[in-house]
């Protein structure tokens, strides 16, 4: 079982890092609920909700510039058991990935 998540990209912004945080519980009763689906995780910063998505339709919405780049990502952290979570930021015009390793939680 994942628990309190380490963000592992140094480059996202503090704000974000709070939010994953923020919503942690709500991230982990999403992901456990659909883990054998492996889905995706949105956390949408301006409906302030979190949903898990199907990773395949979420994967194939993304820009064709994306698309290979996270479906590779993906593909190698749900082989290691880790999950991917996704940041919704409509007002900043953000949307960014994060991944997650059951080794680099702690909780």
Same mark, same amino acid.
């Given at each position: 079982?994942l628990?309190?998540?380490?963000?592992r %990209?140094?480059?996202?912004?503090?704000? &974000?890092?709070?939010? !994953?945080?923020? &919503?942690?519980?709500?991230?982990?009763r999403?992901?456990?609920?659909?883990?054998e689906?492996?889905? !995706?995780?949105?956390?949408d910063? /301006?409906y302030?909700?979190?949903? /898990?998505?199907? /990773?395949?339709e &979420?994967?194939?919405?993304l820009?064709?510039?994306? *698309?290979?780049?996270? *479906?590779?990502?993906? %593909?190698? !952290?749900?082989?290691?058991?880790?999950?991917?979570?996704?940041?919704?930021?409509?007002? %900043?015009?953000?949307?960014?990935?994060?991944?997650?390793?059951p080794?680099?939680?702690k909780?």
């Amino acid at each position: 079982m994942l628990s309190a998540p380490l963000v592992r %990209n140094k480059t996202v912004r503090q704000d &974000y890092a709070k939010l !994953i945080e923020e &919503y942690w519980p709500t991230i982990m009763r999403a992901w456990e609920e659909h883990a054998e689906k492996h889905p !995706i995780i949105e956390c949408d910063v /301006a409906y302030k909700k979190v949903a /898990a998505m199907p /990773a395949k339709e &979420y994967i194939d919405g993304l820009t064709e510039r994306t *698309r290979e780049a996270t *479906r590779r990502h993906f %593909n190698e !952290i749900t082989a290691q058991g880790g999950m991917m979570v996704f940041i919704r930021d409509s007002r %900043n015009k953000v949307l960014q990935s994060q991944l997650f390793m059951p080794e680099d939680h702690k909780g």
